[in-house]
T-cell receptor, first 110, second 116 residues
Framework: GQQIMQIPQYQHVQEGEDFTTYCNSS?????IQWYKQRPGGHPVFLIQ?????EVKKQKRLTFQFGEAKKNSSLHITATQTTDVGTYFC??????????FGKGTRLHILP | SQTIHQWPATLVQPVGSPLSLECTVE??????LYWYRQAAGRGLQLLFY??????ISSEVPQNLSASRPQDRQFILSSKKLLLSDSGFYLC???????????????FGNGTRLTVT
């Protein structure tokens, strides 16, 4: 069935360094969404990408959707301690299902 | 905007006991509703989803069941809990308009279930 692979599983970076997480789908996606889950919290929607090759920015966060609409990435520039958490991508799995990648847990070293 | 109410926040249950987790949604009508489970430090596993009253789709065969008795009420149940049922259970609501912008999933605060 539909799968979304997400790497890396964990990432430790020094505060101020950049961070990137990648998602790859086994099939073409009509859309992809990104969520952030703070430690102890629930996932919170960040953004949705719909168009092939789309790039969206939110302050230090840059989201990309691949030309083939099978992969996506989230890049954070100059990480801050407030960026700590787990970042998930999610895509339609058919029949109104929404499936998530396994997430990338970001840990910031002061 | 949507608000997802989930309770209880934490639950400790012995093996073999029953389970009932309730989720209610405010601020929308006829939502798609989802139950996800998250093991400690792991990803979100889709358990059940529903596109309408009485309509339940199961993703993973297990000793859990779900019901949707009302449009904005989604219930997760078990007759006999297993140790492996421990985890963080999240209810989510979506509009189902997946192909359009501004149709994110809204999550409840979740229930941390520990089966002992």
């Amino acid at each position: 069935g539909q799968q979304i692979m997400q790497i890396p599983q964990y990432q430790h970076v020094q505060e101020g360094e950049d961070f990137t997480t990648y998602c790859n789908s086994s099939t073409t996606l009509s859309n992809i969404q990104w969520y952030k889950q703070r430690p102890g919290g629930h996932p919170v929607f960040l953004i949705q990408l719909v168009k092939s090759g789309e790039v969206k920015k939110q302050k230090r966060l840059t989201f990309q959707f691949g030309e083939a609409k099978k992969n996506s990435s989230l890049h954070i520039t100059a990480t801050q301690t407030t960026d700590v958490g787990t970042y998930f991508c999610a895509g339609p799995g058919g029949d109104d299902k929404i499936i998530f990648g396994k997430g990338t847990r970001l840990h910031i070293l002061p | 905007s949507q608000t997802i109410h989930q309770w209880p926040a934490t639950l400790v249950q012995p093996v073999g006991s029953p389970l009932s987790l309730e989720c209610t949604v405010e601020g929308t009508s006829n939502p798609n509703l989802y139950w996800y489970r998250q093991a400690a430090g792991r990803g979100l596993q889709l358990l059940f989803y529903s596109v309408g009253i009485g309509q339940i789709s199961s993703e993973v065969p297990q000793n859990l069941s779900a019901s949707r008795p009302q449009d904005r009420q989604f219930i997760l149940s078990s007759k006999k809990l297993l140790l492996s049922d421990s985890g963080f259970y999240l209810c989510a609501s979506g509009t189902g308009a997946w192909s359009s912008y501004n149709s994110p999933l809204h999550f409840g605060n979740g229930t941390r279930l520990t089966v002992t």
